[in-house]
Antibody, heavy 119, light 109 residues
């Protein structure tokens, strides 16, 4: 069974940094593109970034380019998202998700980790 | 990257059909047949209901169907059931990136 478990969220002050982690199981991590999506309280889903199987290719939404960095460690079955220069509007639940090996798009998602940016 | 436009809310009675639209541009919805629809219950992770515009993953009822015309994709739910009440999001590939629609709240009356 596929599992994705995010961690690392919490309360951070504006301007601060945070590193989110996602540990996966139940599928071959190093064969899968992976991505991050966030959802602000009461708002819709926002795609943030994705990364190729070997980490050689990364893509970012314009809204977070230069502010967030996606990375992975295939030996640890782990995906990461480094968040810098956080603003109040970055407050959201951050989801880790895997791309399907059968079709284009995210198929399995974690339960999310809440990041709250507040003074 | 602007989000495809979805109606904020739709509603229908049990047994009826509803259609949710997702209007993008030729750079996303209209340019690729990689449109997905996700169902999300409050506090839960999204679940894929449709991929490649009109295909259903195994386990998704055939009451859910998808289509696309030009820059607009649509999700139709027929034979509405109470359990269909949820938020629905379209998602489209957009040349190395992905964009989600703003989301639609479906209310089953």
């Amino acid at each position: 069974e596929v599992h994705l478990v995010e961690s690392g969220g919490g309360l951070v002050q504006p301007g601060g940094s945070l590193r989110l982690s996602c540990v996966v199981s139940g599928f071959t991590f190093n064969n899968s593109w992976m991505g991050w999506v966030r959802q602000a309280p009461g708002k819709g889903l926002e795609w943030l970034a994705n990364i190729k199987q070997d980490g050689s290719e990364k893509h970012y939404a314009d809204s977070v380019k230069g502010q967030f960095t996606i990375s992975r460690d295939n030996a640890k079955n782990s995906l990461y998202l480094q968040l810098h220069s956080l603003r109040v509007e970055d407050t959201a639940v951050y989801y880790c998700a895997k791309y399907s090996g059968i079709y284009y798009g995210l198929d399995y998602w974690g339960q999310g980790t809440l990041v709250t940016v507040s003074s | 990257q602007s989000a495809p436009t979805q109606p904020r809310s739709v509603s229908g009675s049990p047994g009826q059909s509803v259609t949710i639209s997702c209007t993008g541009t030729s750079n996303d919805v209209g340019g690729y047949n990689y449109v997905l629809w996700y169902q999300q219950y409050p506090g839960k992770a999204p679940k894929v209901m449709i991929y490649d515009v009109s295909k259903r993953p195994s386990g998704v009822p055939d009451r859910f169907s998808g289509s696309k015309s030009g820059n607009t994709a649509s999700l139709t739910i027929s034979g509405l059931q109470a359990e269909d009440e949820a938020d629905y999001y379209c998602c489209s590939y957009a040349d190395t990136l992905w964009v989600f629609g703003g989301g639609t709240k479906l209310t089953v009356l």
